[in-house]
């Protein structure tokens, strides 16, 4: 054990703070005043796109969840103050059930694709033979389109298909998959955690960066496998996860593709939008509603209200995770 | 360090930067938005048919037409009518666009840049077109047009797409849903003839189920999930008796009771086979509800509720299948008159509001939905029916018995759709789901006033 305690000394040591920093003005002159217009002008491309591609639209989407504006309408837009937001809050919105299955998503779906991208990881630098043929194979997934990916997810979870198929060789009868409303975010879960290659790649080069020094006296001092990777490989690639955390609920809030692919594919004879949340709501998210009601329903000022909430709840999450990782760890800023 | 630095005078810059196009991007913001709004008030001035010169000696005019149509035989039949039109009006050319929503249409006016004259599948955003002055009042111009539109068209059809007394679009085909049975099934069963209320249908759905030694289903006799296929349409109003709304606005499904007994058949049913079964029946044909692996046509189920359209699916996919089409069976209890009705819905052909030549596209509009050889050949290429009276007698597929109740149907002035309002079918998606939660036993009877209140906001929300 103390061994153990040893080697996490010497992570502590590699992970040690930098050197603090200078404080005070910098040295370095601002640009002359006959530079200036140069920089400006080498920067507007930058500038306009940002504003034009980014900054407005975020304007705008606040503004417009304040009016009643439909898409289409040649009516004039009126000013509504916080109306839809009193609406999306209310108890009778569906927003509420798009909040909370990309709540369960948040809980369960950016833990597995983590752990597991984690695992595989660890697992490839493991083989001893074929690493490379291994790291490409459990790389491919993420090279796939997604909706290709979903599609093909469709065909596979059907219920009379081929995984149903399989678990019924071993007296196992399978679920009712995406058309089961119980069933169908646990099976897009499967279907994040098959494709999460690219941050299998970024767990790796973590991995790959860990000095082998550290697991050889970890080693000689009789750590076991497991050890290892608790008191080594987890602190040295903690950034690694951090990133990958923090990515990877972003990305679950803007959930999306797959859901809306997979609900449209389950039933060819009614328009794909008019399935957005099938079964009963089980896949409607925080995007697939804003959707709904943006581009289904046309009602562009509520849907930008639920756009602004989301964004919302994407910022408090975001910096709240990044306070908590950086009280506890010293990641996402400044080190402590 | 030095480069360290560097990065701080930059971020320092870049700071400086942003403080400077913070209040461009706040007028930005403010103005181009309110631009947007300014550009998309107000509407073209209308015009009269009368004015419109037909003869050859009209400037060339050239329209641009959307349409739904997405499929080969749909688009070749577009084409040749617009041939047919421009054969008739030399003048008049129309350039076709397929494959385009509502939504596309919608996003096109907001650009200010819509196409003249839209092919729209269904009437789901027609009042809210109507309201917001997307598309044209075509009264006034009907009234000046060349052809007595009311006297041709039928007049179900044209009920569905006239609100406020005012007349938005013009109907291009429409669906009928019927009730599909499987013959050979009927007479293995004992059956000789198609229900006619729900209760029959819940006892002959019995009789046809069919199950292996192990209790497993085989053959189901009717699965009437709203999630399943097309059954969305059996809980819309016409085959229960009931309206959403009732005169006022206000949502009835708390309030007739016979809402509560459609639901109750339609859990009862469920029930019977039992929700795991019949779950995994629906998740597993729903994908396959239009191709070769469609249940019916592989004798998985022995009744289906569906539209005109699959007759075509079924010659093409299971032309083995020998299936009658009768009307779908109504809520026990109505008027024997009743029976025959059908949820219809129509494919309306709209003229944009913005269009700078609205007479000329209501001209294309009215020739293309009144003209006997267009909407005939058109029906056919969609297997849909036909929505004009000559188009009805003349249909070369009018005489085949599987589109005789269809056609009844559609001609029954019992027969409605879905509602049309404000809300563009959101009300309608709040019910299905209702429904859905009601299959599965998360909701009940005491949960129609929640479901009704829903209804109320949601089009209020609308309306507001």
């Given at each position: 054990?103390?061994?153990?305690?040893?080697?996490?000394?010497?992570?502590?040591?590699?992970?040690?703070?930098?050197?603090?920093?200078?404080?005070?003005?910098?040295?370095?002159?601002?640009?002359?005043?006959?530079?200036?217009?140069?920089?400006?002008?080498?920067?507007?491309?930058?500038?306009?796109?940002?504003?034009?591609?980014?900054?407005?639209?975020?304007?705008?989407?606040?503004?417009?969840?304040?009016?009643?504006?439909?898409?289409?309408?040649?009516?004039?837009?009126?000013?509504?103050?916080?109306?839809?937001?009193?609406?999306?809050?209310?108890?009778?919105?569906?927003?509420?059930?798009?909040?909370?299955?990309?709540?369960?998503?948040?809980?369960?779906?950016?833990?597995?694709?983590?752990?597991?991208?984690?695992?595989?990881?660890?697992?490839?630098?493991?083989?001893?033979?074929?690493?490379?043929?291994?790291?490409?194979?459990?790389?491919?997934?993420?090279?796939?389109?997604?909706?290709?990916?979903?599609?093909?997810?469709?065909?596979?979870?059907?219920?009379?298909?081929?995984?149903?198929?399989?678990?019924?060789?071993?007296?196992?009868?399978?679920?009712?998959?995406f058309g089961d409303p119980s069933w169908a975010k646990p099976s897009l879960v499967i279907v994040a955690v098959w494709g999460c290659g690219k941050i299998m790649i970024l767990f790796l080069a973590g991995m790959l960066n860990v000095p082998r020094t550290l697991y050889e006296a970890a080693e000689i001092d009789g750590a076991s496998a497991w050890r290892q990777f608790w008191h080594i490989t987890l602190p040295s690639i903690s950034p690694v996860t951090f990133f990958a955390v923090i990515t990877g609920m972003i990305a679950t809030f803007q959930y999306f593709t797959e859901a809306y692919v997979i609900s449209a594919s389950s039933n060819n004879n009614s328009g794909a939008d008019r399935l957005i949340g099938y079964p009963q709501n089980s896949t409607l998210f925080a995007t697939s509603e804003i959707y709904k009601q943006g581009f289904v329903f046309f009602k562009t000022g509520y849907a930008s209200a639920i756009a602004v909430l989301v964004f919302l709840a994407v910022f408090a999450c975001t910096i709240v995770f990044i306070w908590g990782t950086r009280r506890s760890y010293g990641y996402g800023g400044e080190s402590q | 360090m030095y480069q360290l630095s560097k990065l701080k005078g930059m971020n320092r810059m870049a700071r400086r930067g942003a403080r400077r196009l913070l209040p461009v991007t706040a007028a930005l913001a403010l103005v181009l938005p309110a631009a947007a709004a300014c550009t998309s008030t107000g509407s073209n001035s209308s015009q009269n048919v009368d004015n419109v010169n037909t003869?050859?000696?009209?400037?060339?005019?050239?329209?641009?037409?959307?349409?739904?149509?997405?499929?080969?035989?749909?688009?070749?039949?577009?084409?040749?009518?617009?041939?047919?039109?421009?054969?008739?009006?030399?003048?008049?050319?129309?350039?076709?666009?397929?494959?385009?929503?509502?939504?596309?249409?919608?996003?096109?006016?907001?650009?200010?840049?819509?196409?003249?004259?839209?092919?729209?599948?269904?009437?789901?955003?027609?009042?809210?077109?109507?309201?917001?002055?997307?598309?044209?009042?075509l009264t006034h111009l009907i009234a000046g047009g060349p052809v007595d539109v009311s006297k041709t068209v039928l007049a179900p059809a044209m009920a569905a797409l006239t609100m406020d007394g005012k007349q938005w679009a013009l109907p291009l085909t429409g669906d009928a849903y019927m009730l599909y049975y499987n013959k050979k099934l009927f007479a293995a069963a004992g059956i000789t003839a198609p229900p006619k209320t729900l209760s029959e249908l819940r006892a002959d759905a019995e009789k046809l189920t069919v199950r292996d030694s192990g209790g497993n289903i085989t053959q189901f006799g009717f699965v009437p999930n709203v999630d399943y296929d097309n059954n969305v349409s059996i809980y819309a109003g016409v085959y229960s008796g009931t309206h959403f709304y009732d005169g006022s606005g206000v949502p009835t499904v708390a309030t007739d009771s016979n809402w509560g007994k459609l639901l109750d058949w339609d859990k009862s049913l469920i029930d019977y086979y039992g929700s795991g079964a019949i779950n995994k029946f629906v998740a597993q044909y729903n994908p396959h509800s239009e191709d070769a692996g469609n249940p019916f046509g592989k004798g998985a189920v022995a009744m289906e509720f569906n539209g005109e359209w699959h007759t075509a699916q079924l010659k093409n996919f299971t032309p083995d299948v020998d299936y009658g089409i009768a009307p779908m069976p109504v809520l026990d209890g109505q008027t024997t008159s009743s029976y025959g009705v059908a949820d219809i819905e129509m494919s309306p052909v709209y003229v944009a509001a913005k269009s700078k030549h609205i007479a000329e596209a209501f001209l294309a509009t009215e020739f293309l939905t009144t003209d006997t050889t267009v909407v005939d050949d058109m029906s056919t290429a969609f297997g849909a029916v036909p929505s004009t009276t000559d188009a009805i007698k003349n249909w070369q597929l009018a005489s085949d018995p599987h589109f005789a109740s269809m056609i009844q149907a559609f001609q029954n002035p019992g027969s409605y759709g879905h509602p049309v309002d404000l809300s563009a079918g959101a009300d309608v998606n709040a019910w299905q789901a209702f429904i859905g939660q009601y299959e599965s036993g998360k909701a009940s009877a005491k949960n129609l006033p929640d479901i009704a209140t829903k209804m109320k906001n949601i089009v209020a929300q609308a309306t507001n």
């Amino acid at each position: 054990m103390p061994a153990v305690a040893d080697t996490s000394a010497v992570v502590a040591e590699q992970t040690a703070a930098p050197p603090p920093r200078r404080r005070g003005r910098s040295r370095r002159k601002s640009p002359t005043r006959t530079a200036k217009p140069a920089v400006l002008l080498f920067l507007s491309p930058l500038i306009l796109g940002i504003a034009i591609f980014k900054l407005y639209p975020i304007a705008a989407g606040v503004y417009y969840s304040m009016t009643d504006f439909h898409v289409g309408s040649y009516q004039p837009v009126h000013f509504v103050g916080l109306d839809n937001y009193r609406h999306v809050l209310s108890s009778s919105s569906d927003a509420w059930t798009a909040g909370r299955n990309t709540l369960w998503l948040l809980i369960f779906l950016v833990p597995a694709q983590t752990l597991w991208a984690m695992f595989v990881a660890w697992l490839v630098l493991r083989i001893r033979r074929g690493q490379a043929l291994f790291r490409t194979i459990f790389f491919l997934p993420a090279m796939v389109p997604l909706v290709a990916s979903a599609l093909a997810f469709v065909v596979l979870l059907n219920p009379a298909g081929p995984l149903n198929h399989a678990l019924s060789w071993v007296g196992i009868t399978g679920p009712g998959w995406f058309g089961d409303p119980s069933w169908a975010k646990p099976s897009l879960v499967i279907v994040a955690v098959w494709g999460c290659g690219k941050i299998m790649i970024l767990f790796l080069a973590g991995m790959l960066n860990v000095p082998r020094t550290l697991y050889e006296a970890a080693e000689i001092d009789g750590a076991s496998a497991w050890r290892q990777f608790w008191h080594i490989t987890l602190p040295s690639i903690s950034p690694v996860t951090f990133f990958a955390v923090i990515t990877g609920m972003i990305a679950t809030f803007q959930y999306f593709t797959e859901a809306y692919v997979i609900s449209a594919s389950s039933n060819n004879n009614s328009g794909a939008d008019r399935l957005i949340g099938y079964p009963q709501n089980s896949t409607l998210f925080a995007t697939s509603e804003i959707y709904k009601q943006g581009f289904v329903f046309f009602k562009t000022g509520y849907a930008s209200a639920i756009a602004v909430l989301v964004f919302l709840a994407v910022f408090a999450c975001t910096i709240v995770f990044i306070w908590g990782t950086r009280r506890s760890y010293g990641y996402g800023g400044e080190s402590q | 360090m030095y480069q360290l630095s560097k990065l701080k005078g930059m971020n320092r810059m870049a700071r400086r930067g942003a403080r400077r196009l913070l209040p461009v991007t706040a007028a930005l913001a403010l103005v181009l938005p309110a631009a947007a709004a300014c550009t998309s008030t107000g509407s073209n001035s209308s015009q009269n048919v009368d004015n419109v010169n037909t003869s050859g000696s009209h400037a060339p005019v050239t329209l641009e037409m959307w349409t739904f149509s997405h499929k080969q035989n749909q688009l070749d039949a577009d084409q040749a009518a617009l041939a047919k039109l421009h054969a008739k009006y030399p003048w008049l050319t129309v350039h076709l666009t397929g494959s385009k929503s509502d939504s596309d249409f919608a996003k096109a006016a907001t650009a200010g840049n819509p196409p003249d004259i839209m092919f729209s599948p269904s009437t789901q955003y027609l009042e809210t077109f109507a309201h917001d002055g997307t598309i044209a009042d075509l009264t006034h111009l009907i009234a000046g047009g060349p052809v007595d539109v009311s006297k041709t068209v039928l007049a179900p059809a044209m009920a569905a797409l006239t609100m406020d007394g005012k007349q938005w679009a013009l109907p291009l085909t429409g669906d009928a849903y019927m009730l599909y049975y499987n013959k050979k099934l009927f007479a293995a069963a004992g059956i000789t003839a198609p229900p006619k209320t729900l209760s029959e249908l819940r006892a002959d759905a019995e009789k046809l189920t069919v199950r292996d030694s192990g209790g497993n289903i085989t053959q189901f006799g009717f699965v009437p999930n709203v999630d399943y296929d097309n059954n969305v349409s059996i809980y819309a109003g016409v085959y229960s008796g009931t309206h959403f709304y009732d005169g006022s606005g206000v949502p009835t499904v708390a309030t007739d009771s016979n809402w509560g007994k459609l639901l109750d058949w339609d859990k009862s049913l469920i029930d019977y086979y039992g929700s795991g079964a019949i779950n995994k029946f629906v998740a597993q044909y729903n994908p396959h509800s239009e191709d070769a692996g469609n249940p019916f046509g592989k004798g998985a189920v022995a009744m289906e509720f569906n539209g005109e359209w699959h007759t075509a699916q079924l010659k093409n996919f299971t032309p083995d299948v020998d299936y009658g089409i009768a009307p779908m069976p109504v809520l026990d209890g109505q008027t024997t008159s009743s029976y025959g009705v059908a949820d219809i819905e129509m494919s309306p052909v709209y003229v944009a509001a913005k269009s700078k030549h609205i007479a000329e596209a209501f001209l294309a509009t009215e020739f293309l939905t009144t003209d006997t050889t267009v909407v005939d050949d058109m029906s056919t290429a969609f297997g849909a029916v036909p929505s004009t009276t000559d188009a009805i007698k003349n249909w070369q597929l009018a005489s085949d018995p599987h589109f005789a109740s269809m056609i009844q149907a559609f001609q029954n002035p019992g027969s409605y759709g879905h509602p049309v309002d404000l809300s563009a079918g959101a009300d309608v998606n709040a019910w299905q789901a209702f429904i859905g939660q009601y299959e599965s036993g998360k909701a009940s009877a005491k949960n129609l006033p929640d479901i009704a209140t829903k209804m109320k906001n949601i089009v209020a929300q609308a309306t507001n």
